[in-house]
């Protein structure tokens, strides 16, 4: 079953996708932030076009444990998607999952001027790759 990654930011997504085993995580996507409703109906239909069986929403959550502001976001588009689609939508904690993107890329070797870009498909990689190792242990 394939699984697609949500990593919702105020000016991109990032998508990733799983592959057929749901073992590995792929970039797939960075869409434009326009409003809650369009871009839940944005995933919703890549997700249909994909053949996904589930969608993981990244949501931050502070130290202890809660959503931070925008983990809260990510809360509320996961609900507004799970309106926009019969896939089972779950939140995961992506913490940090920007901070591995960057890192990532240094590690891949990727110019300093290439790295300026945004970094959200790459987030949702690891977001998704999170998700995968952590379902594959149980």
């Not at 990510?74 to 019969?86: G, H, I, N, T």
Request: with cysteine.
């Amino acid at each position: 079953m394939r699984i697609l990654a949500v990593d919702t930011g105020s000016k991109h997504i990032g998508l990733a996708i799983s592959d057929l085993t749901g073992t590995i995580a792929n970039p797939l996507k960075v869409l434009s932030h326009s409003s809650r409703l369009a871009d839940s109906a944005a995933v919703a239909e890549i997700a249909c076009a994909n053949q996904v069986g589930l969608i993981v929403v990244g949501q931050s959550l502070d130290d202890d444990g809660q959503p931070t502001f925008e983990g809260r976001r990510a809360m509320r588009f996961a609900e507004v998607l799970k309106s926009q689609s019969r896939l089972p939508v779950v939140l995961w904690d992506e913490s940090f999952t920007t901070q591995e993107a960057r890192a990532a890329r240094l590690a891949m070797g990727v110019s300093r001027r290439k790295r300026h870009g945004h970094l959200d498909e790459m987030a949702a990689t690891v977001l998704l790759q999170s998700y995968l190792d952590t379902s594959i242990q149980k």
